[in-house]
Nanobody
């Protein structure tokens, strides 16, 4: 069983930056594509980024493209989401999620079928 724990959330002013971490335990991440999702109050969950198991490919939702960067360190069993130029509309609970796969070079957050979810980390962008 793979466990995922997010950290790094908090309160930040508009225009600021945060880096979220998703630490895995129970299994290695070498054969897991990892996605980041978020859910704002009163809204549906949104897939915002995905990185392939090998780390060779990543994709982003239009809402975060150019501001967020996903990365991973399989040796540390950790995936990161660096968020720059944050906006009030980025306020949400952010979740990381894993999909077990033998196709290590592909990931598409729009079609990711998740096997494991983290419990989430709150990001509040407010002045």
């Amino acid at each position: 069983q793979l466990q995922l724990v997010e950290s790094g959330g908090g309160l930040v002013q508009p225009g600021g930056s945060l880096r979220l971490s998703c630490a895995a335990s129970g299994k290695g991440l070498d054969y897991n594509a990892i996605g980041w999702f978020r859910q704002a109050p009163g809204k549906e969950r949104e897939g915002i980024s995905c990185i392939s198991a090998s780390g060779s490919n990543a994709n982003y939702a239009d809402s975060v493209k150019g501001r967020f960067t996903i990365s991973r360190d399989n040796a540390k069993n950790t995936v990161y989401l660096k968020m720059n130029n944050l906006r009030p509309e980025d306020t949400a609970v952010y979740y990381c999620a894993a999909k077990y796969t033998f196709v290590r070079s592909l990931c598409d957050v729009r079609s990711l079928i998740v096997d494991y979810w983290g419990k989430g980390a709150l990001v509040n962008v407010s002045s």
